[in-house]
Nanobody, 124 residues
Framework: QVQLIESGGGLVQAGGSLRLSCAAS????????MGWFRQAPGKEREFVAA????????YYPDSVKGRFAISRDNAKNTVSLQMNSLKPEDTAVYYC?????????????????WGQGTQVTVSS
């Protein structure tokens, strides 16, 4: 069974930064694409970032491109999301996801494992 444990959420002022981390309890982490999704109150879940198994292919939606950066450490079974220049509209619960696939997907149906989520709140 794969477990994904997120950490690093919290409250930050607009313009600030946060770094989310996700620890995966799986031996085959290095052959899994990983990503992040978020869901704000009353809104649909949306794609935030994704990274291929080797860390060479990255995907971002326009809403976070240039502000967020996803990375992974296959030796430590972790994936991180560095979030800079945060805006109030980034407020949401952020979910770490993992898929039984090498290459990343922007579609949540491409992922098999989900963390419990971590709250990010950006005040104006």
């Amino acid at each position: 069974q794969v477990q994904l444990i997120e950490s690093g959420g919290g409250l930050v002022q607009a313009g600030g930064s946060l770094r989310l981390s996700c620890a995966a309890s799986v031996r085959t982490f290095s052959n899994k694409a990983m990503g992040w999704f978020r869901q704000a109150p009353g809104k649909e879940r949306e794609f935030v970032a994704a990274i291929s198994w080797d860390g060479l292919t990255l995907y971002y939606p326009d809403s976070v491109k240039g502000r967020f950066a996803i990375s992974r450490d296959n030796a430590k079974n972790t994936v991180s999301l560095q979030m800079n220049s945060l805006k109030p509209e980034d407020t949401a619960v952020y979910y770490c996801v993992g898929g039984n696939r090498l290459f990343a997907s922007t579609d949540e149906r491409g992922y098999d494992y989900w963390g419990q989520g971590t709250q990010v709140t950006v005040s104006s």
